[in-house]
C-alpha cells in the first residue's frame, strides 16, 4: 500500500519541506468533507505517530494516518497549474464517485 507522487508534485512537496526544516514529511490524510463524503487534507508533518504509516516516495517521506491507508492506497499526487490557480490533484483507484465540483470523493 502507497502513494505515488509525479514529478510535479515531488517537486513542489520538496519546496515546501525546504521552507520549513523542522518538517519531517508531507501527511496526506483524509476527512468528511462535501456532498460526497471524504476529501484530502494535506500538511507539512512535523512529527509521527504511533498510528501513522510512513514511507518514502520520489525521496520524500509520506505519513498517512492507517484509518485512511485503505480509502487512498495507489493514489496518484499530482501538481498542476490551472490558469492562475496552482493545485494538487489525487487520482485514487478506490474512489467510486465524487460530487460534482470535484471536492470530495466516495470509497466502497
Not at 514529511?25 to 512535523?46: E, I, Q
Request: a negative charge; hydrophobic letters at 30%.
Amino acid at each position: 500500500m502507497s502513494l505515488k507522487l509525479t514529478e510535479q508534485a515531488a517537486s513542489r512537496i520538496q519546496y515546501f519541506l525546504q521552507q520549513d526544516t523542522k518538517a519531517i514529511g508531507f501527511r496526506v490524510k483524509v476527512k468528511k468533507m462535501g456532498c460526497s463524503g471524504w476529501g484530502y487534507d494535506v500538511s507539512l508533518a512535523h512529527e509521527k505517530t504511533d498510528d501513522d504509516v510512513a514511507f518514502q516516495e520520489s525521496g520524500i517521506t509520506l505519513i498517512v494516518p492507517q484509518n485512511d491507508l485503505e480509502k487512498i492506497s495507489g493514489t496518484t499526487i499530482d501538481y498542476e497549474k490551472q490558469g492562475i490557480n496552482q493545485v494538487f490533484v489525487y487520482r485514487n483507484p478506490n474512489a467510486t464517485g465524487s460530487c460534482g465540483c470535484g471536492e470530495s470523493f466516495t470509497t466502497q
